[in-house]
């Protein structure tokens, strides 16, 4: 009896598995058809949200970061979390980061005012042919300063082939671009590629910024990844920010930028204008309280 209930339990186990990597199958599948519908118009689907980022000295508004949202007409929101490894793991890494990059490019391009624009980049773009050209492709058509466009990089990047990856990003660099390092303090080997790459900007990962409260050890790391972002010269960005009291011990500590659902969540670019025109005249509401949750 024991004997059977184990042989249903590893059956369910594989029906299980096996949904799951038919779910996976399927979405690959969609993502690619959604990207190889793209003849100029917006993939199938796909779109990008902006969220705002803040600068503590003086409460002004710095840019947005793009982040992409993906509508599955069947299933629903997708997380990137989610669709992202898959269109790595796919090869559709490099399409969809290209139109993520075109779409992020020409949204800033429209602003009235000249917001910055980061957009993220998978390690597989930045090895994937010609980055930089490609790059100063998107900004020549659409018309963007280079000086608008941040790249975000995670340290995975450098992990994989150090000598290229940092020949890639100074490529970059020379365009006028700059390149933020993005989630800062979650891998590992973060002090030598600091020392090694020259990066503009320290993102803190937010799991850093959510402990702040009520982990002494997590304000510590923050006080010092502050601190060493100072003593190399570069602005020290702190992620996930999504109280008061989180945004003051940030700003005692002399933290550069803030981005966050305090500040605002990733809306949509219909939503930019007001959001932009709110900002100007903030009247009697919170910030916090006009972006809608995406
Ligand atoms: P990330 O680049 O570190 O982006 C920040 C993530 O934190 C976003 O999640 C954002 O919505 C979320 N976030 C922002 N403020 C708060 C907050 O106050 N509280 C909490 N709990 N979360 C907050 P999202 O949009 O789900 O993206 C997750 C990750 O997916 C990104 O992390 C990035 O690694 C990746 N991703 C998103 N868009 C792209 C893209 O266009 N290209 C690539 N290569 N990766 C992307
Ligand atoms: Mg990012
Ligand atoms: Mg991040
Ligand atoms: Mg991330």
Known sequence: RAKSEGRNRACAF??????????????????????????????????????????????????????????????????????????????????????????????????????????????????????????????????????????????????????????????????GVSIAMDDFGTGYSSLSYLQIFPFDKIKIDRAFISDLERNGHAKAIVRAVIGLGHAIGVPVLAEGVETESQLEILRSNGCDEAQGFLIGRPMPQASIASYLSLWAHPASTSLSQTSQKM
């Open 14 to 175: 594989d029906a299980s598995m096996a949904d799951a990597v038919n779910h996976r199958r399927r979405l690959e599948h969609d993502l690619r058809e959604a990207l190889s519908r793209d003849d100029q118009a917006a993939p199938l689907g796909l779109s990008l949200a902006y969220q705002p980022q803040l600068r503590l000295s003086d409460q002004s508004l710095i840019g947005f970061e793009a982040l992409a949202r993906w509508n599955h007409p069947e299933f629903g929101a997708i997380a990137p979390d989610i669709f992202i490894p898959i269109a790595e793991e796919a090869g559709l890494i490099v399409p969809l980061g290209e139109w993520i990059l075109k779409e992020a490019c020409t949204t800033a391009a429209t602003w009235d005012t000249p917001l910055t624009i980061a957009v993220n980049l998978s390690p597989l773009q930045i090895f994937d042919g010609d980055l930089a050209h490609h790059v100063h492709d998107v900004l020549v058509r659409t018309g963007l300063a280079p000086s608008r466009l941040e790249l975000e990089v995670t340290e995975g990047v450098l992990i994989q082939n150090t000598d290229r990856a940092l020949h890639i990003l100074r490529r970059l660099k020379m365009l």
